[in-house]
Each structure stands twice: as C-alpha cells, then as structure tokens.
C-alpha cells in the first residue's frame, strides 16, 4: 500500500507532537521535584527569669500568623515555600508568658478605650526573611536571617516604641538533606533573635515601669536594635 505525502507528513507532525508533549512532562516532573514546601515547627525553650509584674497584651496580626517566604527557583537555587507563621506565634507565646505576670491575647490592637485589663500592647512582626543557599555563597551552608520589629502601644493602641532586631542562623548542607538544613537555619536564626530580645526585656530596672508610664516621648525617639 502506498503511503501519500500528506499521511507521511501527518505521522511527523503526530510524532513532533508527541515527543513535544513528553519533554514538557519530563520538565514539569523536574519543576516538581525541585520545588519545597517547608513548615517550620520546633519547640522553644522556655526563659528561666524572675517575670515582670505587668499586665501585656499581645497582638498577632494575620500577617505574621501566616508569614511565608517565597523564592522562586534559578541557577543556585530550587523553589522554596516556607511557612514560619505559626512557629513564630509559639515562639512569642513561650517567651512572653514567663516574662511578664500576666499575658493576654487580644484580637485588635486599636481600642475605643484604654480599659483593657493590660499596662501595654506588644505587636510583633517579621520583617524580612532571608535565605542564602550553598549555590548563592558558594559555601557548605545554609544560611538564614530573619529581621524582625517589636512595637508597644498603650491599651487603647496608642504607639509608644518600638525595636528593631535581627537573628542568624546556618546549618552545614552535607550533613542534612536541603529541607533539614533550611529548618535548622531558621530555628536556630528565631533562637538567637529571642536570646537577645529575652535579655534586653529583663535587664534594664525600671523597664516596665517605663512601659507603665506609657512614654509619649518615645513616639518621636524609636530605638532601634540589631543582634
């Protein structure tokens, strides 16, 4: 039987079709497993220090409850989804309520008055995450950093202060799969945050007297902090 120009040229484009369609999913098998979604979760130790006797509110704001860091793949890099909201939201918790006598959840940071049962409100948020890859730097490690500010209001959501701080973190890539060592980086980058923020909220006397007294002047004098 003989095959016509047309059914010939038909079959190519078939087989074009076809080996088009199988090289988008070898590339889409390739996306997918380079592509990591991360839930970062650790326990925190819990602060050994003598609590201050105020009253605090805290506010976690959406933003900081469903905090993700998104990077997109490229030459050094796979795709990366990591999601530290909610260990950050476990984190505070377990360093304010040994530090202060009393810690309050509150759901809204303005008040219409300031009969809210606390001498302050503590916002805290994450600014910035950052991580560098092996690829990036060149190096055997991961590395993280994470920027954060913690602001103070008055019970009615009036601004007071606020600080700015920083924590690192790195975790060596031969040792765990990428995955393990970009949780250990940031674990170990929120511990050296909270390290400093621990000591800077119980080593000054008077510090939560300050607070009490609600220091309008601060408004206009925000002190700023890095590790």
């Not at 010939?8 to 080996?19: K, L, N, P, T, Y």
Request: aromatic share 10%; glycine share 4%.
């Amino acid at each position: 039987m003989r095959i016509t120009r047309t059914a010939r040229g038909e079959a190519a484009s078939f087989r074009g079709i076809s080996a088009r369609f199988l090289a988008l999913c070898a590339l889409t098998v390739a996306v997918c497993a380079c592509s990591t979604h991360l839930h970062v979760d650790s326990a925190f130790p819990r602060p050994l220090v003598a609590n201050l006797p105020i009253n605090v509110g805290v506010y976690y704001d959406e933003s900081l409850r469903q905090y993700t860091f998104e990077k997109e793949a490229d030459a050094n890099s796979q795709t990366w989804n990591i999601e530290i909201g909610p260990a950050h939201v476990q984190l505070f918790d377990q360093l304010f309520q040994p530090i202060f006598e009393n810690l309050i959840h509150i759901d809204s940071l303005r008040s219409a008055s300031a009969a809210r049962p606390v001498s302050v409100v503590i916002k805290p948020s994450i600014d910035k995450y950052t991580l560098h890859t092996p690829g990036d730097t060149a190096t055997k490690f991961y590395a993280v950093e994470i920027r954060y500010t913690l602001a103070f209001y008055s019970a009615s959501g009036d601004f007071i202060k606020h600080w700015s701080y920083s924590g690192q973190g790195r975790s060596r890539s031969e040792l765990f799969s990428a995955d393990e060592s970009v949780q250990k980086a940031t674990v170990a980058a929120m511990r050296d945050a909270a390290a400093w923020l621990v000591i800077e909220l119980t080593k000054h006397p008077g510090f939560h007297t300050r607070l009490q007294a609600q220091q309008s002047d601060n408004a206009n004098d925000p002190e700023d902090h890095d590790s």
